[in-house]
């Protein structure tokens, strides 16, 4: 079996370049984007109490994902690549270790949205918390 590469991918110019670093820099891997769907999304308001507004909510978010993806994978048709793709639900960082562990990849391209100072303190990185976590080798793209 081939190596595998996952790329975290949320549509940002940074996870669009990490899917281009990871395309260029693995030429024989198999590359998978990955949309994390975060329910804390969906807020702690008292609409998102309701079951209603909580499945409309998911819908919403499932589409968007496969908007998000449908351009992953063309992004790798322009790169002449076969992209893969799959959607988690959960917290983004420790969605994306679980993801890699379970899907036996080989490594983890992704960007970084680049916050440093107060920034990265209230709102934590993503990335940082990858890099810790993670079993495999992870490439943080700028």
Do not use: C, K
Request: glycine content about 8%.
């Amino acid at each position: 079996m081939g190596e595998h590469v996952l790329v975290p991918f949320d549509g940002s110019p940074q996870s669009e370049a990490a899917l281009d670093h990871a395309i260029e820099s693995h030429p024989n891997a198999t590359i998978t984007a990955l949309t994390v769907i975060d329910p804390i999304d969906a807020g702690y308001g008292g609409r998102a109490s309701f079951p209603s507004f909580s499945q409309e909510w998911f819908e919403r978010a499932e589409e968007a994902a496969e908007e998000l993806l449908a351009e992953a994978v063309e992004r790798g048709d322009d790169l002449n690549r076969a992209v893969e793709t799959d959607t988690v639900v959960g917290r983004p960082s420790r969605a994306i270790v679980e993801y890699a562990d379970e899907a036996g990849v080989d490594a983890i391209v992704m960007g970084s949205h680049g916050r440093d100072g107060v920034a990265r303190i209230l709102l934590g990185s993503v990335a940082e918390t990858v890099v810790r976590r993670s079993s495999v080798p992870v490439t943080v793209v700028r």
